[in-house]
């Protein structure tokens, strides 16, 4: 059985008796099931590659399946990055992300590396699927209260050279697999920002500031708050920063990927 899927049942739903995303087709466990038997049934009719080692017959393989590098251990209770003791790092200490905590499932490497760029320069949506089962138990395991999975949205520009935000790929699926609201329209870009790849610290974080605002429908409510990749956290916790604005009750954040200072913070 594909991963994600086996714990589906035992799962419980998110706490909100009168919430209509439980009956929601794309957010009952059963229509998840369905959604993926779908995935694998069209893999069989049509065989994809591997998105990150690019073998055929599987859309990821269990060469890549046995390779990521799943980022465990002691982290940073706060910006989760590893560390050798228990808490808050020394940076966070200094200056708190304005996010509760931030974790990702594997380290910015290779097979999640070549995966992640398949998904952001070519419009492959089964792949996205996939990084969403496969990270799903992760994500549930954090047992995180929240109550609606939100993608860090592309600027205006970049939303019409692409056509579509890669992140939203991996988290629409993800908030199917969790039983959440996917409200990607909750966070919107005020202005486009640069690329955030070889700017320090510092630079990353003043180019993010004030760059989202958050839509009303977060008011009271706990938020996670998603991206393909994090370095520093200083996107996520701008996001984080406008969610709390529009009176978010708690922000979580996640991503896929992380970029470790050992590796150079490069190709982020
Ligand atoms: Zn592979
Ligand atoms: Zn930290």
């Not at 419009?123 to 999975?149: H, K, N, T, Y």
């Amino acid at each position: 059985m594909p991963e994600g899927v086996g714990n589906l049942f035992k799962r419980k739903l998110p706490s909100q008796p009168n919430c209509p995303w439980r009956q929601c087709l794309f957010h009952n466990p059963l229509s998840y099931k369905l959604y993926r038997a779908v995935w694998i049934g069209l893999d069989l009719i049509f065989p994809p590659t591997c998105g990150g080692c690019r073998k055929p017959g599987t859309r990821w393989c269990s060469d890549c399946q046995n390779t990521v590098p799943l980022l465990r251990g002691e982290v940073c209770e706060r910006c989760g990055l590893p560390q050798d003791f228990a808490g808050t790092c020394p940076t966070c200490k200094k200056e708190k992300p304005r996010f509760s905590a931030l974790r990702s499932w594997s380290v910015f490497t290779n097979p999640v590396q070549s995966a992640l760029h398949r998904l952001k320069y070519r419009r492959d949506v089964g792949l996205g699927d996939m990084l969403a089962a496969q990270m799903a138990d992760f994500v549930r395991e954090l047992d995180w209260p929240v109550d609606l999975i939100i993608p860090i949205p592309l600027g205006r520009k970049r939303m019409v050279e692409r056509g579509y935000n890669q992140v939203g790929l991996i988290a629409r699926p993800l908030a199917m697999a969790l039983g959440l609201e996917y409200a990607p329209h909750e966070l919107t870009r005020r202005r486009e920002t640069r690329s955030q790849v070889g700017l320090s610290k510092q630079a990353r974080r003043d180019n993010v500031r004030d760059a989202f605002s958050a839509g009303t429908r977060v008011k009271g409510k706990t938020v996670l708050v998603m991206d393909d990749v994090a370095t520093t956290g200083s996107t996520l916790s701008s996001g984080a920063d406008a969610l709390f604005s529009s009176g978010a009750k708690d922000v979580y954040a996640v991503t896929v990927a992380r970029a470790l200072p050992q590796h150079g913070m490069v190709n982020v």
